[in-house]
């Protein structure tokens, strides 16, 4: 997953912080190169089909999960984390290749491995305890900052309520939402009052993503094409140069 949240925040906020690899520093206190992208949606992320109604979690690496099968007391609600390769292990079954996998995937593995070792009709489960690999940072106005897991399909409205909700002072007017995709990052300014009133569908949220619900700061890089539209009332997305 990329380290995008830090880098595009010290964009639009001009604020010190760690960098990943780009030089931030030079950015702070000048403007934005923006291009408007002819769309009406953010990119979705390559290599994942994110839009379906019923999306399976997948893990990754240091997710924790616990492990259960009926009759072995040495696997019965075991919690074991995936390590930075994607792997974990259990006992008699072995190191499995965890990652990109759903639990249910992980779970069919591990069965089949106790099989083999003459186990019968093992009951096998595994469910996901704690989640780092897949997550939405929603930061600014809102009254829960913070990163929060991505599990199934998440929206813009769905993403704000995990935060709690918006405080008194933020700008429903002002919900920008930055995500990477093919390693070209985008912004997208979103009106959350319209949202509500159904003017224009609630977009979906990715993980990688961060959404800021502020006063009026995250609006800098939309001020040139605002002027042209001052009033959202359809999404308004853009390429960060």
Do not use: H, W
Not at 199 to 214: A, K, L, R, T
Request: charged share 25%; hydrophobic share 40%.
């Amino acid at each position: 997953m990329y380290k995008v949240c830090a880098v595009l925040l010290s964009c639009v906020l001009a604020l010190s912080a760690c960098t990943t690899g780009r030089d931030v520093a030079s950015m702070n206190g000048a403007p934005l190169n923006v291009v408007r992208v002819e769309a009406d949606k953010l990119p979705v992320p390559a290599g994942t089909d994110y839009g379906a109604s019923d999306v399976p979690y997948q893990l990754g690496p240091l997710d924790e999960v616990t492990v259960s099968v009926a009759g072995l007391d040495e696997l019965n609600q075991r919690q074991v984390q995936v390590d930075s390769s994607g792997r974990f292990s259990v006992p008699v079954a072995g190191t499995l290749e965890a990652a990109g996998k759903t639990p249910e995937q992980v779970a069919t593995i591990i069965r089949d491995r106790l099989r083999r070792q003459y186990i019968r009709d093992p009951q096998v489960a595994v469910n996901l305890v704690r989640t780092v690999s897949q997550t939405v940072t929603v930061e600014g106005e809102v009254k829960k900052p913070g990163i929060y897991p991505t599990l199934g399909r998440m929206s813009l409205l769905r993403a704000i309520a995990a935060a709690e909700g918006v405080t008194e002072f933020a700008k429903l007017q002002d919900v920008v939402v930055l995500r990477r995709v093919g390693g070209k990052d985008y912004a997208a300014l979103y009106n959350l009052r319209a949202i509500r009133r159904a003017q224009y569908e609630d977009p979906d949220i990715y993980p990688g993503d961060v959404v800021m619900v502020d006063e009026s700061r995250g609006r800098r890089m939309f001020k040139d094409f605002l002027q042209l539209a001052p009033l959202l009332t359809a999404p308004l997305i853009v390429a960060l140069q």
